[in-house]
């Protein structure tokens, strides 16, 4: 069975700091790995997406993560954030054409 | 752009009554799901359909069904709505050719029930 941890519930932060978001895996197989965002009052959006290939994977609006399979681990960061980064983060693996999430990050930017 | 519509946003229903959630992409999309997103728990799958007529359980189907009798829309049932139902429901769907399992989940913008 596979399953994903988000470690952290709640990630406060000053505008135009960096901002990482962690994300654990576990899983016998290979998988394909995600990160969706959740804006206030609507569905989930993509923001990257590890299918094989360069371990560094860089997605929307300045967002990056990467996928370390030694440590079973695919971290989200942002090197500088913005208001408008104010959202849920969810980290998700997608096996037999199913996706399982974590239990989200919720990220609040402060000026 | 790949588009999931979710007929309704907010509704308020009573316990006991059957609940219809339906749920409409334009993309041709084999797979459709639906998930129930709760906090602190994240999205939980509770059934999914790769093809019409096609269905198979998620993690948490108990208290639910689904429909689907046309390939762009799939139907999520409470028969009979329970206040520990009430929550967010997202729908999603994708198209498994191309890499498989690695296609993007496209969501739909999410219906909030309350049961009362």
């Known amino acids: 069975a596979q399953s994903v941890t988000q470690l952290d519930s709640q990630v406060p932060v000053f505008e135009e700091a960096p901002v990482e978001l962690r994300c654990n895996y576990s899983?016998?197989?290979?998988?394909?790995l995600f990160w969706y965002v959740q804006y206030p009052n609507q569905g989930l959006q993509l923001l990257l997406k590890?299918?094989?290939?360069?371990?560094l994977v860089k997605g929307i609006n300045g967002f990056e993560a990467e996928f370390n399979k030694s440590q079973t681990s695919f971290h989200l960061r942002k090197p500088s954030v913005h208001i408008s980064d104010t959202a849920e983060y969810f980290c998700?693996?997608?096996?037999?054409?199913?996706?399982?999430f974590g239990a989200g990050t919720t990220v609040t930017v402060r000026a | 752009d790949v588009k999931v519509t979710q007929s309704s946003r907010y509704l308020v229903k009573r316990t006991g009554e059957k609940v219809f959630l339906e749920c409409v992409q334009d993309m041709d999309h084999e797979n459709m799901f639906w998930y129930r997103q709760d906090p602190g728990l994240g999205l939980r799958l509770i059934y999914f359909s790769y093809d019409v007529k096609m269905k198979e359980k998620g993690d948490i189907p108990e208290g639910y069904s689904v429909s689907r009798e046309k390939k762009e829309r799939f139907s999520l049932i409470l028969e009979s709505a329970s206040t520990n139902q009430t929550s967010m429901y997202l729908c999603a769907s994708n198209n498994p050719t191309g890499t498989q399992g690695g296609n993007t989940i496209y969501f739909g913008e999410g219906s909030w029930l309350t049961v009362v």
């Open positions: 899983s016998s197989v290979s998988v394909y």
């Open positions: 590890y299918l094989s290939g360069s371990t």
């Open positions: 998700a693996v997608n096996f037999d054409y199913k996706l399982s």
